[in-house]
């Protein structure tokens, strides 16, 4: 069975180094929760903390509503993948995958059964017989993992498991896991930097900076709606313009570089007044055009990337701001480095942060900590 983890105000502290200080987290049952942060902030320790690994300084670790501070990790019952598979060398693929259940002292007859339908599961059974150092890095992953699923734990865990791969393999092992955590309903806890990773294969997405929790949402409310500027940056590329809000009639008014200026009337209602901030334009939420305009930003074409679907431009602005814009690949050519062009940006799209505080003014801002 799979249970919800709750953890209330938990603190980690290595000499007079505090790593964690106040964070709380519900995490549901049977749910893809990635903690998804750049190194040093937190992540890894946070799920040694959940797996016993490591001390626990202050607060309160649940499983359902039994409390696991002092639980021996081998009694949590939880399944661990790591970064390295840690998988036995000495032994083949079958044993390797059998190791859990015959250290619970399972039968014969159910350590064969279930050994042979996890192997399956993951695609893994031709290979049964082999040593490890006859397997790809995915294959040995797959035992990894299956190794973890076959005791049947209420929590899976797992550590960066796919940064020893190379690209290709890294997003098919994603599917992979994905696909196998959903068919087997397991609450599944795991780490990474990588952000197009936690946005293929989360449900939902804690968002981590230095020991504190940023934001915790879906991957589409994130991306879209993040909660700050640490969120914005990391999470996808992400054009950063200087700006003022304005009020004129009432309505809040965009500016940029003291050119480009447009109403934003979904800026929330306390922050409408006049202040400084900071706008944030993904790539693809730049409207480029190569005729004259207006009013807007003028911009010139350094270089481009042509990447099949979608061409990468990088500009500059007048002012000298660097600026990268995702378009559609055009079927007659690329547009020539050192154009000129007009850019607008899809206003409904774009996020407003404080240039002081970084909080984001844009509405419909979600942190969802339940």
Request: hydrophobic share 40%.
């Amino acid at each position: 069975m799979s249970v919800c983890i709750k953890i209330n105000n938990a603190v980690k502290k290595y000499g007079d180094n505090t790593i964690i200080s106040d964070l709380s987290l519900h995490i549901r049952e049977g749910e893809f929760f990635t903690l998804l942060g750049p190194s040093g902030c937190g992540k890894t320790t946070l799920l040694r903390m959940i797996a016993g690994f490591n001390s626990i300084e202050g607060g309160h670790f649940y499983f359902n509503e039994k409390r696991i501070n002092d639980i021996d990790p081998a009694k949590r019952n939880i399944g661990m993948v790591f970064q390295n598979y840690a998988i036995f060398p000495n032994m083949s693929v079958r044993d390797n995958v059998a190791f859990g259940l015959k250290n619970r002292k399972a039968d014969k007859k159910t350590i064969a059964s279930e050994t042979d339908k996890f192997m399956k599961l993951m695609h893994i059974d031709e290979y049964a017989d082999r040593m490890p150092d006859r397997l790809s890095g995915g294959q040995q992953q797959r035992v990894a993992l299956a190794r973890a699923l076959v005791i049947k734990p209420d929590v899976l865990l797992m550590d960066e498991p796919l940064s020893n791969l190379d690209a290709k393999l890294r997003v098919e092992m994603r599917t992979v896991i994905k696909d196998i955590q959903h068919a087997v309903g397991i609450t599944n806890v795991y780490v990474t930097h990588d952000q197009e990773e936690a946005m293929a294969v989360s449900d939902r997405i804690a968002v981590m900076n230095h020991g504190d929790i940023q934001q915790i949402g879906t991957p589409k409310t994130i991306y879209q709606r993040p909660a700050n500027l640490f969120v914005a940056t990391f999470i996808g590329r992400s054009n950063i313009l200087n700006g003022s809000l304005l009020m004129k009639e009432g309505k809040p008014y965009v500016c940029i570089e003291g050119i480009y200026e447009f109403e934003m009337p979904n800026i929330r209602e306390e922050e409408q007044k006049e202040q400084d901030i900071k706008i944030s334009v993904r790539p693809e939420e730049f409207i480029l055009n190569t005729e004259p305009q207006d009013g807007v930003l003028r911009a010139t074409i350094d270089s481009s990337v042509f990447l099949g679907i979608n061409t990468h431009y990088f500009l500059h602005t007048e002012k000298g701001e660097p600026i990268e814009v995702i378009q559609e690949s055009l079927i007659d050519q690329t547009i020539p480095d050192g154009t000129k062009v007009w850019l607008t940006v899809k206003k409904e799209k774009i996020n407003v942060f404080n240039t002081n505080t970084e909080i984001n003014l844009v509405k419909g801002i979600m942190n969802d900590m339940e």
